[in-house]
């Protein structure tokens, strides 16, 4: 009877321990499924709550506290993310508003100059007409010398307005002949071409044009430059547009976008045109070390584009 009771009495205490061992397997089950909505499903859910707002055009604050490590992480990505939109977002309506600025001063700058000058060329042309009409043959040649070369002023100051509205000698001569054109006037300027000129399309020519605009600009008047040099390159695939110079230079930013918060939208303008025709701008500059920009365009010859 012994015997057999040891055997019942060791099976009866190992049911004991597997009961126990069940009993603690599932506690600990339990308790990971807690931990798991606890630290995972609901700061995640929170998270994905707070991120739905970003479609309705709201910009959140991620705030979700508690959480795995890799949730953390998660939440200060999207935090990041949606400062740089909300920071960009600044930068974009200050350039429109810069830009619209830009426009009006341009047309108020454009009456201006049509009222001081052409118009009040025109008016003392016609006087010196009208007299002419009213004095002896003599004196009457002497005003109508005077109007006529009022009138070639004029049309000499018009012409010049014209010219800085739209530059005709990009479509009477092309891009390269247009560029030598603007560097005749900055005697401190070396321009080159390097390759075999061809024709590009407009938007492309006008967008160059534009930036070799702004760069000699800038080189002149703000850099302070002792020489500038542009050079136009002719490739199979492209057309690229340096401008180098040995002024001032200054610090060039992470982001182009950044030179919206000190009023700078000149390189914001050209990037924007060249960007939209799949071009490519890069700065570099450095303090009393220059500036040396460079623009890239994709770009075909058009007598070898298939219509």
């Known amino acids: 009877m012994n015997e057999l009771a040891h055997p019942l009495h060791h099976l009866f205490h190992f049911d004991g321990v597997l009961h126990w061992c069940f009993l603690i397997a599932l506690f600990g089950f339990a308790l990971g499924i807690v931990w798991m909505i606890v630290r995972i499903l609901i700061p995640l859910r929170r998270l994905a709550n707070q991120a739905e707002s970003i479609m309705t055009g709201a910009l959140p604050t991620f705030d979700v506290s508690g959480g795995i490590r890799e949730i953390d992480q998660l939440r200060r990505s999207l935090q990041y993310m949606?400062?740089?939109?909300?920071?960009?977002?600044?930068?974009?309506?200050?350039?429109?508003?810069?830009?619209?600025?830009?426009?009006?001063?341009?047309?108020?700058?454009?009456a201006r100059e049509i009222h001081d000058d052409?118009?009040?060329?025109?008016?003392?042309?016609?006087?010196?007409?009208?007299?002419a009409a009213q004095e002896r043959a003599d004196a009457g040649r002497s005003h109508l010398e005077n109007a006529r070369q009022q009138v070639i002023q004029t049309v000499d100051n018009l012409r010049q307005m014209i010219a800085d509205l739209r530059p005709t000698v990009l479509d009477e001569l092309g891009l390269a002949a247009a560029i030598e054109t603007l560097c005749d006037k900055y005697p401190r300027l070396v321009f080159s071409v390097m390759g075999d000129p061809y024709s590009?399309?407009?938007?492309?020519?006008?967008?160059?044009?534009?930036?070799?605009?702004?760069?000699?600009?800038?080189?002149?008047?703000?850099?302070?430059?002792?020489?500038?040099?542009?050079?136009?390159?002719?490739?199979?695939?492209?057309?690229?547009?340096?401008?180098?110079?040995?002024?001032?230079?200054?610090?060039?930013?992470?982001?182009?976008?950044?030179?919206?918060l000190t009023g700078h939208y000149g390189l914001?303008?050209?990037?924007?045109?060249?960007?939209?025709?799949?071009?490519?701008?890069?700065?570099?500059?450095?303090?009393?070390?220059?500036?040396?920009?460079?623009?890239?365009?994709?770009?075909?010859?058009?007598?070898?584009?298939?219509?």
């Open 82 to 110: 949606v400062e740089q939109i909300a920071s960009a977002q600044a930068r974009e309506l200050m350039y429109r508003a810069a830009l619209t600025e830009s426009q009006e001063n341009e047309r108020k700058r454009i």
């Open 118 to 131: 052409t118009i009040q060329s025109l008016v003392l042309a016609a006087h010196s007409i009208e007299r």
């Open 200 to 260: 590009i399309d407009h938007a492309q020519e006008l967008a160059i044009f534009r930036a070799a605009q702004e760069a000699i600009c800038n080189a002149e008047r703000h850099a302070n430059a002792r020489r500038i040099t542009a050079t136009l390159t002719y490739s199979p695939d492209s057309v690229r547009l340096e401008v180098r110079d040995d002024g001032h230079g200054f610090h060039v930013p992470k982001h182009l976008n950044e030179f919206a």
């Open 268 to 307: 914001i303008g050209i990037r924007e045109r060249i960007q939209h025709l799949g071009g490519t701008v890069k700065v570099e500059s450095r303090l009393s070390a220059g500036t040396y920009l460079t623009v890239t365009v994709p770009a075909k010859p058009l007598d070898l584009r298939v219509a």
